[in-house]
């Protein structure tokens, strides 16, 4: 039995599980968990669910530097998904498929070389306009241009999503990579079966090769922008070591007035954060401001968390 076995529990009206975060916090520090910022919350249930190969002492001294705010070692993240955009995403899959090769050359099976992790690819950015908006075909045009000039490129592309276990591929012509994340690839809650069979329930989270990939923040999603090698030991099941970030808590209060648009706010709060040094910290938004937001402004001020220096927003 997994040291976090205890903690899985049914969750109330579904057929699934879940592992309890609340729970295992609680039963090192009574309280504890109410006290947790929203960000320590995920990682904290990550650890619980994710991190069974651990003894109880390793498990509650993870824990314990979310419970006492503390950055003195390293703890493993899990990330759900990983998200690439073509040029990055390409040439992690081009290492898989090298790998493949090696294997087979050593008498391997090359079948069993994939992405442990669900690895979404998307083919962002690539169109250049060479037919105006006055040529009513003109999305056509462009996209045969596209396929023609992108000819190789684009068969190694799709013969990853046929070859590849994990792996979709979301083609040219559908969109930008984040705007593509937030309202298609996002399920906000994961569902997947366990060593034993069950369904288990859990936050989704998410590395991308591209620093607005914390865009998706809006939906309460934790998501943040990595480098092709961290996406790639993700992408082979390999955590992501972390020390606790620096978490900042910004309170938005009131409503926005008449003729206020969302790149107002964004540029006003990217001003104020940027006076407020948030490098590298995980800024959580939160109050009646917050919650009047619709989810295009939200996703408007996560999309700008690089502009303002954090890490996810």
């Not at 609340?22 to 994710?50: C, F, W």
């Not at 090359?110 to 998307?122: A, D, F």
């Not at 060479?130 to 000039?149: L, M, S, V």
């Not at 984040?178 to 060593?195: F, T, Y």
Request: charged content about 20%; glycine content about 8%; some cysteine.
């Amino acid at each position: 039995m997994s040291t976090n076995t205890p903690f899985r529990k049914p969750l109330p009206g579904t057929s699934l599980q879940y592992y309890d975060a609340r729970a295992a916090v609680d039963a090192i520090q009574p309280g504890a968990y109410d006290k947790l910022p929203y960000t320590s919350r995920i990682l904290a249930e990550n650890l619980v669910n994710r991190a069974r190969d651990v003894d109880t002492e390793t498990l509650n001294s993870w824990l314990g530097q979310l419970i006492n705010r503390k950055s003195d070692i390293d703890f493993p993240w899990f990330p759900a998904r990983v998200v690439c955009h073509d040029i990055l995403g390409q040439t992690a899959l081009v290492d898989l498929a090298g790998l493949r090769d090696a294997i087979a050359e050593k008498g391997g099976d090359p079948s069993k070389v994939n992405p442990v992790v669900q690895t979404q690819l998307i083919v962002d950015h690539s169109l250049a306009v060479e037919c105006g908006g006055d040529d009513p075909n003109a999305f056509d045009k462009n996209r045969e241009i596209e396929d023609r000039r992108n000819e190789d490129r684009f068969h190694f592309i799709n013969w990853t999503k046929t070859a590849f276990e994990n792996v979709d591929v979301i083609p040219a012509g559908n969109g930008i990579m984040h705007q593509i994340n937030l309202e298609k690839m996002s399920p906000v809650v994961q569902v997947r079966a366990d060593a034993d069979g069950t369904q288990i329930a859990f936050p989704d989270t998410c590395v991308g090769t591209d620093s607005h990939t914390p865009h998706v923040d809006a939906l309460g999603v934790i998501s943040v922008g990595v480098g092709g090698l961290e996406a790639e030991t993700v992408m082979l099941g390999r955590p992501s070591m972390m020390r606790l970030p620096d978490i900042v808590g910004v309170e938005l209060t009131g409503h926005y007035q008449p003729g206020i648009t969302a790149t107002d706010i964004v540029l006003a709060l990217t001003e104020f954060l940027r006076q407020q040094r948030v490098v590298g910290a995980y800024v959580e938004f939160y109050g009646e401001g917050a919650a009047s937001l619709s989810i295009g402004d939200r996703a408007t001020i996560s999309n700008m968390t690089p502009e303002y220096g954090a890490t996810a927003g």
